[in-house]
């Protein structure tokens, strides 16, 4: 059977498409979609309420630490002198205020940001200089100045202690609960510091707590 002259051959088919005039590089059924209103799970907050005492106790004491060395800027010379001798006690001096500004700084912006790390950057560089000024202290037998450095070492490891049981108790507080089908709400997972912090935490508040007073019997 001859062609007429006047048909034209049609047109090739695409190369790959199917019947359903879909093409090979559709979109797949399979994809999830996600809505506009989708948002990537975020960590549960880690800022407790009692951190704000944390925070202001280590602005006060770095701020006063402060002005008393500009007030008694001889005596801290002459102790610098005690500790390192013939070495420049005004540049070391000026040194040691200049972190301790820092550290200051890292407080105060923990309180305004809410960033309870930057409350434990403050106590570890405090912890870390009285940890310093106390084995001097054992090389100067300065033993006066080796019980003084060693309480606030103390004190400040407690509050680092307090500032971590703080921060798993407002990451459990934040975490999704328990679903009404018992589906579980997957809870975030302490650390072992934390656990024991918040441990601690809890036994200190159950026994200065209100304890309940006995019946009468009638």
């Known amino acids: 059977m001859t062609v007429g002259a006047g048909a034209e051959p049609g047109p090739t088919p695409a ?3 199917e ?10 059924e399979g994809a999830p979609e996600q809505g506009p209103g989708t948002r990537p799970a975020q960590a549960p907050p880690t800022w407790h309420r009692f951190h704000y005492a944390v925070g202001v106790f280590l602005i006060a004491y770095g701020g006063t630490g402060l002005v008393s060395a500009v007030l008694l800027w001889g005596d801290r010379q002459d102790e610098v002198e005690g500790y390192f001798g013939s070495v420049p006690t005004t540049a070391v001096l000026v040194l040691v205020k200049v972190l301790e500004l820092a550290l200051v700084a890292s407080a105060a912006a923990g309180v305004l940001l809410r960033r309870d790390m930057l409350l434990v950057v403050a106590l570890a560089g405090w912890m870390a200089g009285f940890a310093m000024f106390a084995v001097l202290d054992v090389f100067t037998a300065g033993w006066g100045g080796l019980i003084e450095h060693l309480l606030y070492l103390a004190a400040f490891v407690v509050l680092l202690f307090l500032s971590y049981g703080l921060s798993a108790k407002a990451q459990l507080a934040g975490a999704p609960k328990a679903g009404a089908d018992g589906s579980p709400g ?9 656990e024991f912090a918040l441990q601690a935490i809890n036994r200190a508040a159950a026994l200065t707590g209100p304890r309940p007073r006995p019946e009468k019997p009638d």
């Not at 019947?19 to 797949?28: A, E, M, Q, R, Y």
């Not at 997957?186 to 934390?194: E, I, N, S, V």
């Open 186 to 194: 997957g809870g975030p997972q302490l650390t072992r510091t934390q």
């Open 19 to 28: 019947p359903g005039g879909g093409t090979g590089g559709g979109t797949g």
């Open 15 to 17: 190369t790959g498409s």
